[in-house]
């Protein structure tokens, strides 16, 4: 059983256009996050929610939305998407401190 | 400021070295502290937490509260610990889990 999984895996669209990501965790955990990992490998954390509520927003383009429709789900949605944006979006979750990831979505814009 | 340090970025040995994987970190109080590795088209998992003590893979890491160190050793580095891994001190306290820059180790036969 996967504990956390994203969709799409591979995500190539072209600037302008706005797309979802989704994540799943069925580990019963209350908190969730989005990173990205950018070209160089560097891993930096967007945005972490616990129990449905925003609790961290790192300094983000207001072009990204996250949104949790219930502690299980973290979609990702981003709008008017850009050539910068193009790189590797993990969620992960947690409960306490020790975090699962997703396999990741490579998002390539164009 | 709370910060993490993973001074190199690529580190590259032949199999059978020892490696050591560096992390400094600046935070306060007391906080957790992990090692995540990556393996080439993977995702990212957990190695080894401090307060664990184990030893995982054959790595190891010890903390060093007087350097606020949490260097990753192995003393026999094998093909497959060619990896990205990534050291992830996390604040006393808090739900936010902040990673270092990462570090690629490459072991070459």
């Known amino acids: 059983d996967t504990a956390v999984s994203q969709t799409p895996k591979y995500l190539v669209t072209q600037m302008g256009n706005d797309k979802s990501i989704k994540c799943e965790q069925n580990l019963g955990h209350d908190t969730m996050y989005w990173y990205k990992q950018d070209s160089k490998k560097f891993l930096k954390i967007m945005f972490s929610?616990?129990?449905?509520?925003?609790?961290i927003n790192e300094t983000v383009p207001n072009r990204f939305s996250p949104k949790s429709p219930d502690k299980a789900h973290l979609n990702l949605h981003i709008n008017s998407l850009e050539l910068g944006d193009s790189a590797v979006y993990f969620c992960?979750?947690?409960?306490?401190?020790?975090?699962?990831f997703g396999q990741g979505t490579r998002l390539t814009v164009v | 400021a709370q910060r993490v340090t993973q001074p190199e970025k690529l580190l590259s040995v032949f199999k059978g070295a020892p490696v050591e994987l560096k992390c400094n970190y600046s935070y306060s109080g007391s906080p957790e502290l992990f090692w995540y590795v990556q393996y080439s088209r993977q995702r990212l998992q957990l190695l080894l937490r401090h307060i664990s003590r184990e030893s995982i893979k054959g790595f190891t890491a010890d903390l060093n509260k007087g350097e606020t160190s949490f260097h990753l050793k192995k003393p026999f580095a094998q093909e497959e610990d060619s990896a990205m891994y990534y050291c992830a001190p996390t604040p006393g306290g808090s739900e936010k889990l902040v990673f270092g820059k990462g570090m690629k180790l490459t072991v070459n036969p």
């Open positions: 929610y616990n129990n449905k509520e925003l609790i």
């Open positions: 992960a979750s947690s409960q306490g401190r020790e975090a699962f």
